[in-house]
């Protein structure tokens, strides 16, 4: 499934958003600049590197912040930004503006935290706003649940439009990401960070409602 848009709509400029989406385009853009050699130097140097983060969490810990920023290529990023892009204006409507910048890199954080925890031993760099992107979306399905989702779905080799229910597609976005966590404990990670994904999301799940303001109808 392909999500194009989300009914749901926001009653605020998204100017949060955007930035979040600015800045991360600005810090893909600054890694297609540089060398081979240069690139690989910088990934190593801001990306999150589990047993590096636990070996010496004090001159490590705002790589857990840059790699954020940071993506491993043109689909990497525009995936990610694309998702954020169709919901997290939705969620920085309902949380504010300062909130929702604080909620994105709280979801981050955690994403980045779970990852390390459940592999802690890893030395392969990890970047990409893919944990903060799923905290976002943890936190729609408690928001909107009612929403839908206009998708493209493979029928028979065919992709036809669906709208799914908000609630049927970030639980089956969900439940894909956790197959692919357990799947990938047994050696095949694939070089995604599935534990991230699962964290990020979990925290939006379980945090959003305290980052929350007064209920709106956003529907319509």
């Known amino acids: 499934m392909f999500p194009l848009y989300d009914t749901a709509r926001s009653h605020k400029f998204p100017l949060i958003n955007l930035a979040l989406i600015g800045a991360n385009a600005y810090a893909f853009f600054s890694e297609l600049s540089m060398g081979p050699a240069e690139l690989e130097a910088f990934i190593f140097a801001n990306g999150l590197i589990p047993a590096q983060l636990l070996a010496n969490p004090n001159g490590e810990w705002m790589t857990i912040l840059s ?4 993506h491993g290529g043109w689909f990497h990023i525009i995936s990610n930004m694309w998702i954020l892009f169709i919901f997290g204006d939705n969620i920085e409507s309902r949380m504010g503006g300062f909130r929702y910048l604080l909620f994105y890199l709280l979801s981050g954080i955690a994403a980045a935290l779970l990852q390390t925890y459940i592999l802690p031993t890893s030395t392969v760099p ?4 893919s944990g ?4 976002v979306l943890g936190a729609y399905l408690v928001m909107f649940p009612n929403s839908r989702v206009a998708s493209l779905v493979p029928i028979f080799f065919i992709f036809t439009l669906v709208e799914i229910p908000a609630f049927i597609f970030l639980v089956f976005w969900f439940i894909s990401q956790l197959y692919s966590g357990l799947f990938s404990l047994q ?3 694939g070089g995604v960070a599935w534990w991230a994904h699962i964290g990020g999301f979990l925290f939006g799940l379980f ?7 007064r209920r709106t109808n956003y529907y319509g």
């Open 67 to 70: 790699s954020m920023f940071l």
């Open 126 to 129: 990890m970047i990409g706003a």
């Open 132 to 135: 903060a992107v799923a905290g």
């Open 187 to 189: 050696g095949s990670a």
């Open 207 to 213: 945090i959003a409602s305290l980052f929350g303001r």
